[in-house]
């Protein structure tokens, strides 16, 4: 075969293409190459190593239950409309986290401090996962007495962040993961935002 010469004027020929990959080939063949590596199937996890879906999922529970089980969230929250530098302080107490049997529901009892409010309740929370991390999600979720919600929080190496909703008033939210030590004795427990 004679010689092509690749020039400005023929580079995108076909014939110019084929001389090029030709001498490609020949140049990497037997070699450990680019060529090599389109003859052998994707790298990929053996059955072996995979662990089973089941297995994964209670891994998953133990380290969120480990996380946030007489915890407490210590952080900061926005209020849409308002300049970001007027943060508010807030804590919530999670005083116990239990999986249920229903899919995605979690039994958190916390202690929820709001304005005038300062009760400690159960409630049945939706938490989805994005691999391995947890992150909370309620959509118009109502607690009687105070409101709809909804939210996504997501919880990552000992730190949480999230938007929030209650009825029309919403922003942003983050902060901490801290141990839920008792409180001292004839202490006034601190109230959040009213408007949150």
Known sequence: MGHIICSRQNIGSFACVSAL????????????????AFDKPPVAMTASEKLPAAVQDQENFERLTKLLKAKKLVGHFTVDGRPLKDLHEEVY?????KKLEEADLWLIVSRIKYG?????????????????TPVITLDDFSIPG???????VVFHEGK??????H??????????????????????????????
Do not use: C
């Open 160 to 165: 949480y962040s999230g938007t929030w909703t």
């Open 146 to 152: 105070m409101g709809t919600f909804s939210a996504r």
């Open 93 to 97: 107490e999670i005083k116990d986290i």
């Open 21 to 36: 990959l030709s001498f490609f080939i020949v140049e990497v063949q037997g070699q450990d190459s680019l060529l090599d």
């Open 116 to 132: 005038e409010h300062d009760v400690t309740v159960p409630l049945a929370i939706t938490i989805l996962w994005a691999g391995n």
């Open 167 to 196: 009825d029309r008033v919403g922003g942003h939210l983050f902060g901490r993961i801290e141990p839920n030590e008792p409180e001292p004795q004839g202490t006034s427990p601190t109230t959040n935002d009213p408007e949150k």
